[in-house]
């Protein structure tokens, strides 16, 4: 044969003088006058259907080895997908069927190969050649020799692998049992099948054998009910663990479409069943909230324009103020600055498509309502988040939405939107954490210049911890959200779910959006005619597909002065934590010789000071080395600075070595406070804590 060239893989489809489990041995050219012969490919000898045909394979007779295959593979669906499973090495195994077998005792040496199978194991690890026949009433003896030498066209590496459950290291569960108790385990019925099996493979030793049909032969009897040798390895496999072969037989006997036994009724049963219904024709959406869409968007300013100009005089200026005229001096003219910005338009859009064949499959719904459905909710869901807090995507996106043509009020420039910081101590309570930033809010008030009555909007988690804030009684102070708003001075509190977990970094310091104070009204959205929302719709004829278009050409952008508060959270490190262990040693004193049972709350410091003499690590002067003595311990903080303070000391401020975290201060009476300050990039936090519950021994 000359050399094949185009196959997709190549193998042995089976090897010379090896013997196979049931005693026989394919011998030396027992199919040589195939040799360059064409031969179907399919999966698992399946022969029920023309799909299970995959491909062809070249034969090649190597004497003194075997016969080689060479394969191409269809491009059907299901050849294909063969194609993948060979290439990436999830099947690596060849089976032949044969028939028309001439035999010397157990020595095949002729036979006709009809068909080369992909196949998921051998029968025999120990060889590279496993011989499966298949037997049965309507056959002759036709063969399946399974090869697990096989190698991919791309690999210079084949694998073999073996994989077999019947081999000779599984041990039966009845050691004692012998062939004659196994065979009395059966009735009358399977006995006389025993005896017609062996009679038939009596009969046709040494015999030409042509099997009676399969799907590539022109035979006119049908097969049925054929048991293949693989399959009677399995059995008697099963046989082994079960320890009984008319157990084994009767587990084979019916099994599901999925594989599964069925020992009673009806197998499959569930085609019986009626088809499930829907509930609701038209698929509902899995999607964010977006009431607040309609309560920000909705309520904002609609001007006929895209190109939004502002223009403001700043009159707050002290040149700015009337003056008062003294008689016989010259009066003098205001002055004041012209501010302006201009917001120029960006397209925002959604696209979609579908095949034609799929929408008219579609007859429950109009797929086209229901696609526009979700194209309208998903482009007012980003126009109003890209006005409220940006779009969140990185700036060198393509799909990034500008900041410069929807301005986002979050980071807008602070004569429109006014920043308020909370900084709150690490070591907060979430009912201490919460309390602050609605005090903050209170506070930031007043700076608010918008029109009419404000709307708060914030997320889920800030509602959440409002109303779970507790007085020191133990009772709820806020039942109904509505009293959290008439505490901030707002019209309502709105909850947006994609402010959920915003921050961004300014100076080096992390900030975490709380919430946005703000009326809509005071936000302007612009687009000329031609870039209102539109819909547009156009069929590929080339690719038979329907294909959708919304978008709208629009600006936003604040129009009032100081008509927004953006309340943003840091968190601060370094306030005291706990009095220093007692173990350790400051300044050349142990805490335990200093203090005990020292406890801190937010207000206060309570326990007991020692006194001590002659602590000269703690001061070179000999009247400040007696007295009561406090060592504190404190969170490290990430770049903070921390001072502290003895109010009504002689000292100012020390600051706090961060190598160490510890301070001592020298406390002259229990009337006295500690203030502490933690300084992050120019954001400080200043706490005072009471030393009225602390007992100072006497000297």
Same mark, same amino acid.
């Given at each position: 044969?000359?050399?094949?060239?185009?196959?997709?893989?190549?193998?042995?489809?089976t090897?010379?003088?090896l013997?196979?489990?049931?005693?026989r041995?394919?011998?030396? #050219?027992?199919?040589?006058e195939?040799?360059g012969?064409?031969?179907?490919?399919v999966w698992?000898?399946?022969h029920n259907?023309?799909k299970?045909?995959?491909?062809?394979?070249?034969?090649e007779?190597v004497?003194?080895?075997?016969?080689?295959?060479?394969?191409?593979?269809?491009?059907?669906?299901?050849?294909?997908?063969?194609?993948?499973?060979?290439?990436?090495g999830?099947?690596?195994?060849?089976s032949?069927?044969?028939?028309r077998?001439?035999?010397?005792?157990?020595?095949?040496?002729?036979g006709?190969?009809?068909e080369?199978?992909l196949?998921?194991?051998?029968?025999?690890?120990?060889?590279?050649?496993?011989?499966?026949?298949?037997?049965?009433?309507?056959?002759?003896?036709?063969?399946?020799?399974?090869?697990?030498?096989f190698?991919?066209?791309?690999?210079?590496?084949p694998?073999i692998?073996?994989?077999?459950?019947?081999?000779?290291?599984?041990?039966?569960?009845?050691?004692?049992?012998?062939?004659?108790?196994?065979f009395?385990t059966?009735?009358?019925?399977?006995?006389?099948?025993?005896?017609?099996?062996?009679g038939?493979?009596?009969?046709?030793?040494?015999?030409?054998?042509?099997?009676?049909?399969?799907?590539?032969?022109?035979?006119?009897k049908?097969?049925k009910n054929v048991?293949?040798?693989a399959?009677?390895?399995?059995i008697f496999a099963?046989?082994?663990?079960?320890?009984?072969?008319?157990?084994?037989v009767?587990?084979?006997?019916?099994?599901?479409s999925?594989?599964?036994?069925?020992?009673?009724?009806?197998?499959?049963?569930?085609y019986?069943?009626?088809?499930?219904?829907?509930?609701?024709?038209?698929?509902?959406?899995?999607?964010?909230?977006?009431?607040w869409?309609?309560?920000?968007?909705?309520?904002?300013?609609?001007?006929?324009?895209?190109?939004?100009?502002?223009?403001?005089?700043?009159i707050?200026?002290e040149d700015?103020?009337?003056?008062?005229?003294?008689?016989?001096?010259?009066?003098?003219?205001?002055?004041?600055?012209?501010?302006?910005?201009k917001?120029?338009?960006?397209?925002?859009?959604k696209?979609?498509?579908?095949?034609?064949?799929?929408?008219?499959?579609?007859?429950?719904?109009?797929?086209?309502?229901?696609?526009r459905?979700?194209?309208?909710?998903?482009?007012?869901e980003?126009?109003?988040?890209?006005?409220?807090?940006?779009?969140?995507?990185?700036a060198s996106?393509?799909?990034h939405?500008?900041h410069?043509?929807?301005?986002?009020?979050?980071?807008?420039?602070?004569?429109?939107?006014?920043?308020?910081?909370?900084?709150?101590?690490?070591?907060?309570?979430?009912?201490?954490?919460?309390t602050?930033?609605?005090?903050?809010?209170?506070?930031?008030?007043?700076?608010?210049?918008?029109?009419? #009555?404000?709307?708060?909007?914030?997320?889920?988690?800030?509602?959440?911890?409002?109303?779970?804030?507790?007085?020191?009684?133990g009772?709820?102070?806020?039942?109904?959200?509505?009293?959290?708003?008439?505490?901030l001075?707002?019209?309502?509190?709105?909850?947006?779910?994609?402010?959920?977990?915003?921050?961004?970094?300014?100076?080096?310091?992390?900030?975490?959006?709380?919430?946005?104070?703000?009326?809509?009204?005071?936000?302007?959205?612009?687009?000329?005619?031609?870039?209102k929302?539109?819909?547009?719709?156009?069929?590929?004829?080339?690719?038979?597909?329907?294909?959708?278009?919304?978008?709208?050409?629009?600006s936003?952008?604040?129009?009032?002065?100081?008509?927004?508060?953006?309340?943003?959270?840091?968190?601060?490190?370094?306030?005291i934590?706990?009095?220093?262990?007692?173990?350790t040693?400051?300044?050349?004193?142990?805490?335990a010789?200093?203090?005990e049972?020292?406890?801190?709350?937010?207000?206060?410091?309570?326990?007991?000071?020692?006194y001590?003499?002659?602590?000269?690590?703690?001061s070179?002067?000999?009247?400040l080395?007696?007295?009561n003595?406090?060592?504190?311990k404190?969170?490290?903080?990430?770049?903070a600075?921390?001072?502290?303070?003895?109010?009504?000391?002689?000292?100012g401020?020390?600051?706090v070595?961060p190598?160490?975290?510890?301070?001592?201060?020298?406390?002259? #009476?229990?009337?006295?406070?500690?203030?502490?300050?933690?300084?992050?990039n120019?954001?400080?936090v200043?706490?005072?804590?009471?030393l009225?519950?602390?007992?100072?021994?006497?000297?």
């Amino acid at each position: 044969m000359g050399v094949v060239e185009g196959y997709d893989f190549c193998g042995w489809a089976t090897k010379n003088d090896l013997l196979c489990t049931d005693g026989r041995t394919i011998r030396d #050219n027992a199919f040589a006058e195939q040799d360059g012969e064409k031969v179907p490919i399919v999966w698992g000898h399946n022969h029920n259907s023309v799909k299970d045909v995959l491909g062809h394979a070249i034969l090649e007779n190597v004497p003194g080895k075997g016969v080689r295959m060479y394969g191409f593979l269809n491009d059907t669906e299901e050849g294909k997908h063969a194609k993948e499973s060979v290439k990436h090495g999830d099947v690596t195994k060849l089976s032949i069927y044969a028939n028309r077998l001439k035999q010397n005792g157990g020595d095949v040496l002729h036979g006709v190969i009809r068909e080369v199978s992909l196949v998921l194991a051998g029968a025999n690890p120990g060889a590279t050649i496993d011989c499966v026949m298949a037997h049965g009433d309507d056959y002759d003896d036709a063969m399946v020799v399974e090869s697990e030498d096989f190698e991919l066209r791309e690999s210079a590496t084949p694998e073999i692998l073996h994989n077999d459950e019947s081999q000779e290291g599984d041990e039966m569960s009845h050691e004692d049992e012998t062939i004659e108790d196994v065979f009395n385990t059966l009735n009358d019925k399977q006995k006389e099948a025993v005896y017609a099996l062996i009679g038939f493979i009596q009969e046709s030793d040494g015999k030409d054998e042509d099997m009676k049909h399969n799907v590539f032969d022109t035979d006119e009897k049908e097969e049925k009910n054929v048991l293949s040798h693989a399959e009677e390895l399995e059995i008697f496999a099963d046989a082994k663990k079960f320890g009984s072969l008319r157990d084994a037989v009767l587990a084979h006997a019916a099994m599901d479409s999925n594989g599964n036994v069925v020992d009673y009724g009806v197998a499959d049963l569930e085609y019986l069943f009626p088809d499930a219904k829907a509930l609701n024709n038209e698929p509902d959406f899995i999607k964010r909230d977006t009431d607040w869409v309609a309560k920000f968007k909705g309520a904002a300013k609609k001007v006929p324009f895209s190109r939004i100009k502002t223009t403001h005089a700043n009159i707050t200026e002290e040149d700015a103020r009337a003056l008062g005229y003294i008689k016989g001096k010259r009066k003098k003219e205001e002055v004041f600055t012209l501010l302006k910005r201009k917001t120029d338009p960006q397209t925002i859009y959604k696209k979609q498509k579908a095949d034609r064949d799929d929408i008219s499959d579609i007859t429950s719904f109009s797929y086209v309502n229901f696609i526009r459905k979700e194209m309208d909710g998903m482009l007012d869901e980003e126009v109003a988040r890209a006005g409220l807090v940006g779009d969140g995507r990185s700036a060198s996106s393509e799909d990034h939405i500008s900041h410069d043509h929807i301005r986002p009020i979050w980071t807008d420039e602070d004569l429109y939107t006014i920043k308020t910081l909370v900084s709150i101590n690490s070591g907060a309570t979430q009912d201490q954490k919460t309390t602050a930033i609605i005090e903050q809010i209170i506070r930031a008030r007043k700076n608010y210049k918008g029109s009419g #009555n404000p709307t708060f909007f914030t997320t889920d988690d800030f509602i959440t911890d409002c109303l779970l804030i507790k007085d020191s009684m133990g009772h709820y102070m806020y039942d109904d959200i509505s009293k959290v708003a008439t505490k901030l001075r707002v019209k309502e509190i709105v909850p947006v779910p994609v402010m959920e977990n915003l921050t961004r970094v300014v100076n080096g310091v992390t900030r975490n959006l709380v919430g946005i104070l703000v009326n809509p009204a005071d936000y302007a959205y612009g687009a000329d005619e031609g870039g209102k929302k539109s819909f547009f719709e156009q069929f590929d004829i080339d690719f038979n597909q329907e294909k959708y278009l919304l978008e709208s050409r629009c600006s936003g952008a604040l129009i009032k002065p100081f008509s927004a508060i953006a309340v943003e959270q840091i968190w601060v490190a370094g306030f005291i934590t706990e009095g220093e262990d007692p173990t350790t040693s400051i300044l050349g004193k142990n805490v335990a010789d200093l203090q005990e049972d020292i406890l801190i709350d937010d207000r206060a410091i309570e326990g007991s000071l020692k006194y001590v003499t002659g602590y000269t690590g703690y001061s070179e002067t000999t009247e400040l080395q007696s007295g009561n003595f406090l060592a504190l311990k404190f969170t490290p903080a990430v770049g903070a600075t921390t001072t502290v303070e003895l109010l009504g000391g002689s000292t100012g401020p020390v600051t706090v070595d961060p190598s160490t975290n510890n301070v001592v201060v020298r406390v002259a #009476n229990n009337n006295q406070k500690i203030k502490v300050v933690s300084t992050v990039n120019g954001e400080s936090v200043t706490k005072t804590y009471s030393l009225r519950l602390l007992e100072l021994e006497k000297g």
